[in-house]
């Protein structure tokens, strides 16, 4: 953009210098007949100039009041010598200077529109003008204008072939291609969709090159169709797109494409992985992306970029759940570690390793810490934990640490390293945090750091949060500096010895408890919505919660796709909660957009919102998600994403999340706590509220589970991504 700008003020600067030598042609008397046509564009440049204000005389181009006034006169002149030229040129007859004056006006009018749809701005008037000109005089030669659209920008070029007076032009289908050409130039990511409409242009090969380097997983799609285009890429000899385009015509391969880059270079191929490929749910399909990973991972650290490396790790993810961490959740309840964890047997430390950090979402606390975790290191020869990380060269590690932090392991973590490495990876875990695209390192760091009880490693990484933070401060690095000013803040919060209240400090809502006031709509009433899905074990979780709700405080009404719970006593607290119907017919979302439509119909919006059901549905619970909300129960939380996915639609909302999939009764537990207090007309004061839900769950099988689940003032993540969201507004930095 800043090339563009420059390129057309050039062209304005080239007008002005070039103002003492351009002459005004004396306007011959013009025919009543074409009058109009003339009247058309004097008033086509009165509008222009009052496109950016009525109160304007001239089109403001430049802040140099000087410089507009003279850019605007050569303007002037210019389509005045134009509508001079075309009466005075005797080789035009009457229908050429009709067309001709007709084209000047048009071109105007072209401008005139882009500017207000911003397109193009006041800045390329000047370049369209002077295009024009050169454009009419090389067609009134009968000679091509390809050469004109070449020497322009991507706007002029558009502007002047959309122009009715160069339909006919000899040069017409190379001007198009020339515009093609600059379209792809402009935007790589567009080529193919561009391409997709003019296949057949002369340098569509060297366009499909370039897009196949660009972006493999789009082109694969293309590739495969069989439309001229995709004829045109598998005709291409390029080695990328020959290999691109002989995966997208064999019926797997989407199983081949993850290893794409190593079999474009030659360290694989078809024939050596075919084996496993033909088995994508074998334990060696598995192994093979992780070995990919690995590779992929070193090559990562030396600053390279291979080629579908998310494709392969999306995959990795998919598998590790797949095949690996279902069953062994699924085996929860048996104390046999052998049965339950044999899925397992055939896995190295490394493969270990990454069913961990990519199961993030999925595997239950008892996975990683009995079964996944202990196994990594019985599987090495020499169990230390920098050992670990150099294997897979350290690909992923912050998550690692954030999963040991999460699941009280870190402790064990750090000691299989001397203190001296362990204690400069947790100084990596928290630099850099400024230098990524997203703030989920820095979640990760935040998350960590409330689960961590160890005082040393708490007061290391506070100590290289403020060292971060002094050094963005001192060479202004605004991220850097919002972002480790907020994790401190949000740290040193953490120690009642501090007397830090994060909520003032950092300017937003409170954390520690919701006001019941502020969940009450202007009736008074307080609407909480459950979203149930009608998975395997919705019918034991909402028979219970049928249950709760069935005495003297509370009202039922049924209906077929939904209940409705109103409370008999106290404070108006309303529950709408979908009735949990086959999943298979999608019966269960079906009652859920019933509801929903329902309650827009009768402008109901709820404050309170319930997710019930697997991590898996947690994403079609987040699409439906009221904006209104500022409680959200999540049940299963997914990481920073999902968090993020929240705070985005509900910027103030508090949220309880799990480290794991949600339990059913510490679910009906929260439910119950929630609403009695709203009931009761209590605010819900989350520090309290913890302490009774403790004391109920204290007992065997059920500590753990809800020691998973993690309160609003307690969120350090949700907390950050609220406040960062806040911080950098105000700035106006993003």
Not at 116 to 138: E, H, N
Not at 607 to 620: A, C, D, K, P
């Amino acid at each position: 953009m800043k090339m563009k700008k420059f390129y057309f003020l050039a062209c304005c600067l080239l007008l002005v210098n070039l103002l003492p030598a351009q002459k005004e042609v004396t306007m011959p008397a013009i025919p009543a007949m074409r009058q109009l046509h003339h009247d058309n564009i004097l008033a086509s440049m009165q509008t222009i100039a009052r496109l950016h204000s009525r109160k304007d005389t001239i089109l403001p181009i430049t802040e140099d009041p000087r410089l507009n006034a003279a850019i605007n006169r050569s303007v002037r002149i210019s389509v005045n010598n134009m509508r001079a030229e075309i009466e005075l040129n005797e080789s035009l007859d009457v229908n050429a200077k009709y067309k001709w004056l007709r084209g000047v006006n048009e071109m105007l009018q072209g401008f005139i529109s882009q500017y207000r749809a911003k397109i193009v701005k006041s800045v390329t008037l000047p370049a369209l003008v002077k295009a024009y000109s050169d454009a009419m005089k090389l067609d009134i030669q009968g000679k091509s204008i390809a050469t004109v659209v070449s020497d322009y920008e991507l706007e002029v070029g558009n502007i002047l072939l959309d122009n009715f007076a160069f339909k006919d032009n000899v040069g017409m289908r190379d001007a198009k291609e020339m515009l093609v050409l600059k379209t792809c130039q402009r935007d790589p990511g567009n080529i193919l969709r561009v391409l997709s409409k003019y296949p057949e242009i002369s340098f569509a090969d060297s366009l499909i090159v370039s897009a196949a380097f660009h972006d493999q997983e789009e082109f694969y799609n293309y590739a495969a169709a069989p439309d001229a285009l995709g004829k045109r890429i598998r005709a291409v000899d390029n080695p990328l797109v020959k290999m691109i385009s002989q995966l997208a015509m064999n019926k797997t391969g989407r199983m081949y494409f993850p290893f794409l880059d190593d079999l474009y270079r030659g360290k694989i191929t078809m024939d050596s992985i075919r084996p496993y490929v033909l088995n994508d749910s074998s334990d060696g399909y598995y192994k093979l992306l992780v070995k990919t990973r690995i590779g992929y991972a070193e090559r990562i650290r030396q600053g390279d970029t291979p080629m579908v490396a998310d494709v392969l790790t999306e995959k990795l993810r998919f598998k590790a759940v797949e095949r690996y961490i279902t069953e062994i959740n699924a085996l929860h309840d048996v104390a046999n570690e052998n049965i339950r964890f044999k899925r397992l047997d055939p896995l190295n430390s490394q493969e270990l390793y990454y069913l961990a950090v990519l199961g993030e979402e999925e595997i239950y606390t008892s996975s990683f810490v009995s079964g996944v975790y202990p196994r990594i290191f019985k599987r090495m020869k020499h169990p230390g934990s920098d050992t670990l990380l150099q294997l897979v060269h350290y690909d992923f590690y912050k998550k690692f640490i954030k999963m040991s932090a999460a699941y009280n392991t870190l402790d064990d973590f750090l000691k299989r390293m001397n203190k001296e490495r362990s204690d400069k990876l947790m100084q990596q875990f928290v630099d850099g945090l400024e230098r990524t695209k997203t703030l989920e390192d820095a979640v990760d760091v935040a998350d960590s750091y409330a689960s961590i009880y160890n005082k040393q490693t708490r007061k290391l990484i506070l100590n290289e949060v403020q060292k971060n933070l002094q050094s963005s401060q001192q060479e202004g690095n605004k991220r850097g500096e919002v972002i480790y000013h907020l994790l401190n803040t949000i740290f040193l919060s953490m120690d009642s010895v501090n007397h830090i209240d994060v909520s003032a400090t950092l300017g937003i809502d409170p954390v520690y408890y919701m006001p019941a006031s502020l969940l009450k709509d202007d009736k008074g009433r307080i609407i909480m919505q459950q979203f149930s899905y009608g998975d395997k074990d919705a019918k034991n979780y909402f028979s219970a919660f049928m249950a709760r709700f069935s005495n003297a405080n509370w009202r039922i009404t049924r209906t077929p796709n939904w209940v409705e719970i109103n409370s008999v006593k106290g404070t108006p607290v309303t529950i709408y909660a979908n009735l949990p119907l086959d999943e298979k017919e999608e019966l269960d979302t079906k009652a859920q957009d019933s509801l929903i439509s329902y309650m827009y119909e009768r402008e109901i919006e709820p404050t309170v919102v319930i997710h019930r059901g697997h991590s898996y549905y947690l994403q079609e619970t987040i699409d439906r998600l009221p904006s209104s909300a500022k409680v959200v129960l999540l049940g299963s939380c997914g990481g920073y994403q999902k968090l993020n996915d929240v705070l985005k639609i509900c910027p103030r909302a508090q949220i309880i999340s799990s480290k794991q999939t949600g339990t059913g009764s510490v679910n009906q537990g929260l439910i119950d706590a929630i609403s009695d207090r709203l009931r009761l007309g209590k605010d819900l004061n989350w520090d309290e509220l913890w302490r009774g839900l403790k004391a109920r769950f204290s007992g065997s099988g059920m500590k753990e589970k809800f020691d998973d689940y993690i309160p609003p003032h307690k969120n350090l993540g949700a907390i950050f991504i609220m406040a960062y969201t806040k911080a950098m507004k105000s700035s106006g930095t993003e």
